[in-house]
């Protein structure tokens, strides 16, 4: 049972690198969702997709790019890292249906010195 | 709008004690109800949930009764264990309200000591 799987576990980037996170999900769930949790926070939404080819902007989009060209993938593209995007990146998907719950990956670490 | 508010933390208790983290909410609509679960160094687990006025979600011996009087979702447990220790979310979803987003609490770290 993968669910969902996240790639990388952990990175460290300069400032003013890329890089992009991986998130892949063998559940077949239409809808997926990038969130950022900062040391001791909740969790931000940065993008959602209600399918492929279909992309919308959470409450902190600025600094990052996603794409839906599968069901199954959902990447995460950094342009320009800054030491504000430090944080662990949590990747989600679930079924369409109302009141199914999002199932979540282990999260990607990411530093930016 | 929708929102969740969730009891501050941390708690700490000992090991056998009861635990009660209070969740209250604001929906227009008629949300369904989570509690996740985050123990260190790993994602958010789905713990239980509760669709409707009433239900009862329980899992691990964690029960929450979604109260639509009060608008809570308080996660209880009658005798908490030290791989309890974790920190716990409550979420709300209000699709006709909130679209296809989760409406997350701030979280709430446990700490069970021996």
């Known amino acids: 049972n993968a669910g969902v799987t996240q790639t990388p576990k952990f990175r460290i980037l300069k400032i003013g690198q890329s890089m992009t996170l991986q998130c892949t999900q063998d559940m077949n769930h239409n809808y997926m969702y990038w969130y950022r949790q900062d040391p001791g926070m909740g969790l931000k939404l940065i993008y959602y997709?209600?399918?492929?080819?279909?992309?919308d902007k959470g409450e902190v989009p600025n600094g990052y790019n996603v794409s839906r060209s599968t069901t199954e993938d959902f990447p995460l593209r950094l342009e320009l890292a800054a030491p504000s995007q430090t944080s662990v990146y949590f990747c989600?998907?679930?079924?369409?249906?109302?009141?199914?719950?999002?199932?979540f990956g282990d999260g990607t670490r990411l530093s930016i010195l | 709008g929708d929102s969740v508010t969730q009891m501050e933390g941390p708690v700490t208790l000992s090991e056998e004690a009861f635990l009660t983290i209070n969740c209250t909410y604001t929906a227009t609509g008629y949300p369904s109800l989570f509690w996740y679960v985050q123990y260190p160094g790993e994602g958010l687990q789905l713990l239980l949930k509760a669709t409707k006025a009433d239900d009862k979600g329980s899992n691990k011996g964690f029960e929450a009764t979604y109260r639509k009087e009060t608008t809570s979702f308080h996660l209880e447990k009658g005798s908490v264990q030290v791989s309890d220790s974790a920190v716990y979310f409550c979420?709300?979803?209000?699709?006709?309200?909130?679209?296809?987003?989760?409406?997350f609490g701030t979280g709430t770290s446990l700490t069970v000591i021996p």
């Open positions: 989600a998907s679930r079924d369409s249906h109302s009141n199914q719950p999002q199932h």
């Open positions: 997709s209600v399918g492929a080819g279909i992309t």
């Open positions: 979420a709300l979803s209000d699709p006709p309200n909130t679209g296809n987003q989760f409406y």
